[in-house]
C-alpha cells in the first residue's frame, strides 16, 4: 500500500519561497502519476501541478504558472514543488497524491493522498 507524506510547509512572507517535498513508502513510484493540491479554508481542493509517470510531463495551473516547478526523484521515491514568489492567496493546506496509472490533474482521478502540509504566506 503506497504512502505518501508531505513536509516543508510553513510561514513565509510574501515573495518568500518554499520547497515541499513529499516521501513516498510501501511502493516504488516509478509508475504513478504524481500530482500536487491544495485546498484553502472554505474552497474545493484544486490541482496545481501534475507530473507523468512515463515521460514526466508536467501540468501547472495558470495559478502558479511560471512560480511553481514539480519535479520527481524516482530513485529516492520523492517528489518536490519548489514554490517561489509566493502570494497571499497561496496559503492553503498542500498535498501530494499518486494514482498508478496516467490521468488528468484532477483531484477525482488520484486515489492516494498524503495528510497535507500548511502553507502560510503572510507578512
Known amino acids: 500500500q503506497l504512502q505518501l507524506v508531505e513536509s516543508g510547509g510553513g510561514l513565509v512572507q510574501p515573495g518568500g519561497s518554499l520547497r515541499l517535498s513529499c516521501a513516498a513508502s510501501?511502493?516504488?513510484?516509478?509508475?504513478?502519476?504524481i500530482g500536487w493540491f491544495r485546498q484553502a479554508p472554505g474552497t474545493e481542493r484544486e490541482g496545481i501541478s501534475c507530473i507523468g509517470s512515463k515521460r514526466g510531463r508536467t501540468m501547472y495551473a495558470d495559478s502558479v504558472k511560471g512560480r511553481f516547478t514539480i519535479s520527481r526523484d524516482n530513485a529516492k521515491n520523492m517528489v518536490y514543488l519548489q514554490m517561489n514568489s509566493l502570494k497571499p492567496e497561496d496559503t492553503a493546506v498542500y498535498y501530494c497524491a499518486a494514482v498508478p496509472h496516467q490521468v488528468i490533474c484532477a483531484p477525482d482521478q488520484y486515489e492516494y493522498w498524503g495528510q497535507g502540509t500548511q502553507v502560510t504566506v503572510s507578512s
Open positions: 510501501g511502493s516504488r513510484l516509478d509508475f504513478y502519476d
